[in-house]
């Protein structure tokens, strides 16, 4: 049987994640998929509130972790302050270390921790940022790797982390930066949201300490799948996503005649 493949591009991170979650409701796999945010900036991310929540509550009605959790595992955005040196988020989330691997899913590992002490502590984010800052926008230079064989080359059946694999930012035009994910498989709804919205919140980050402004998020995954649930109990929230994305196209129609 022939993969289907999809390919999302939208202004909205809420409404792309919806597509994307449609599209997992529908088939077995899809293989591959992309999704692209574009629209966005340092400061700011476009979603829908109404998706967003609307997830978040079946989430938590399913012992699933919130979009804003799965987030934080990306980039830590409440221990970021815009205004102040970045080493200081650096020596907040190393503090932090203990606290996090302290959570069962946490204990092989946090993206983050992954970006700024990998192997055997390497600041991967601190590189990129100082090698661009000093002239290096050579765009192989400016990535991240999170899989480290090391650790996560085991015979385990299921491991679960780290399903974000590498981590990538090239400039845009003269300003622009766009950071890249990918995912050798995906769950859209259990991580979907949560996993582009901490890629954006990455983005900003170096975007800002490098002195561009974020303007695209590309997450790349091998083969998307619906979750670890059966689709059954998710037919409720995909007729009213069905709906939300419906209202904002014809929202969308309607500003742009």
């Known amino acids: 049987m022939r993969s ?9 991170l809420s409404i792309a994640w919806a597509k994307a979650f449609i599209a997992t409701m529908k088939y077995p796999e899809i293989s591959p998929m992309t999704i692209t945010v574009t629209g966005l900036g ?3 991310i476009p979603e829908c509130s109404e998706i967003r929540n609307e997830l978040d509550r079946f989430l938590t009605d399913n012992s699933l972790r919130s979009c804003h959790t799965v987030a934080n595992t990306i980039f830590p955005i409440t221990l970021w302050n815009r205004n102040q040196e970045r080493g200081l988020l650096y020596q907040r989330y190393l503090r932090s270390l203990s606290q996090i691997h302290s959570d069962k899913a946490n204990c092989h590992g946090v993206y983050f921790e992954r970006l700024i002490a990998y192997g055997n502590g390497t600041n991967q984010l601190e590189y990129i940022i100082q090698t661009y800052i000093k002239g290096n926008h050579r765009r192989s230079a400016l990535q991240a790797s999170i899989y480290d064989p090391t650790c996560d080359a085991k015979d385990q059946r299921q491991r679960g982390f780290p399903c974000l694999q590498q981590v990538g930012f090239a400039r845009m035009n003269k300003s622009g930066l766009s950071v890249t994910g990918y995912y050798p498989k995906e769950y859209i ?5 949560g996993n582009y919205l901490g890629l954006c919140r990455l983005g900003q980050f170096m975007a800002t300490e490098m002195g561009l402004e974020l303007a695209k ?3 790349f995954v091998g083969v998307a799948v619906v979750g670890i649930m059966n689709k059954t109990p998710l ?6 996503i069905e709906r939300y994305i419906s209202e904002y196209e014809t929202r969308m129609r309607g500003q742009n005649e």
Do not use: A, K, P, Q
């Open 235 to 240: 037919r409720d929230l995909e007729s009213r």
């Open 4 to 12: 289907h493949t999809e390919h999302i591009n939208e202004e909205n």
């Open 217 to 219: 998020m590309t997450c």
């Open 189 to 193: 709804f259990d991580r979907g949201y």
């Open 42 to 44: 340092n400061e700011n």
